[in-house]
């Protein structure tokens, strides 16, 4: 059996400090692998996030699935009607079309890395980066941006969600390691 050849045009590595890095408005975000270098199989991301930082709102992806693996810290994740907490080395599952968000579950910083399949909603990310984060951005962009990326949000469900879980929305920058 013959090796496969490899091209430097094949290979992809993603150094600790590579990647493009921003802030969505409660977590951040690190761009490791897009939908190009996939060949839009998946993307990742890396999201650092603050103590008891919520991530988002309730919402549900209609045209991906998402893996969380814990790197660093504790992560809560309600994930339709079930809560669970996950440490490092830990994978946490949401399937589209599923209600689901998450959150740092504890009082140091928690990392993750995002598996995204298939890639492209990594421009969801990228986009709501260039308008200032999810707190800054025009409603109406937002709303449109989640039409275009098949994302629902439940903004009304944060309150609730800070109340029960003991979280804070937004949450503060944290540096990518």
């Known amino acids: 059996m013959e090796a496969a050849s490899v091209t430097t045009s094949d290979v992809h590595v993603v150094g600790p400090g590579d990647g493009k890095a921003g802030f969505l408005g409660s977590i951040g975000v690190r761009f490791m692998v897009d939908s190009e270098a996939s060949g839009g199989g998946f993307s990742l991301v890396e999201h650092p996030m603050s103590s008891r930082a919520l991530a988002a709102p309730l919402h549900r992806h209609l045209n991906e699935d998402e893996y969380s693996y ?17 440490g490092p080395g830990t994978l946490i599952y949401k399937p589209r079309n599923q209600w689901h968000t998450f959150w740092n579950a504890g009082d140091a910083p928690a990392r ?14 990228a986009q ?15 709303g449109e941006l989640s039409a275009q990326y098949g994302l629902e949000m439940d903004p009304s469900s944060v309150p609730s969600l800070i109340e029960r879980f003991g979280l804070r929305f937004p949450g503060e920058p944290v540096a990518a390691s």
């Open 112 to 125: 993750i890395l995002e598996i995204i399949s298939p890639a492209g909603f990594e421009q969801f990310f």
């Open 128 to 142: 709501v980066v260039e308008l200032g984060g999810i707190m800054k951005a025009d409603p109406q962009r937002l």
């Open 70 to 86: 814990v790197l660093e810290g504790q992560v809560g994740a309600l994930l339709g009607d079930e809560v669970v907490t996950a």
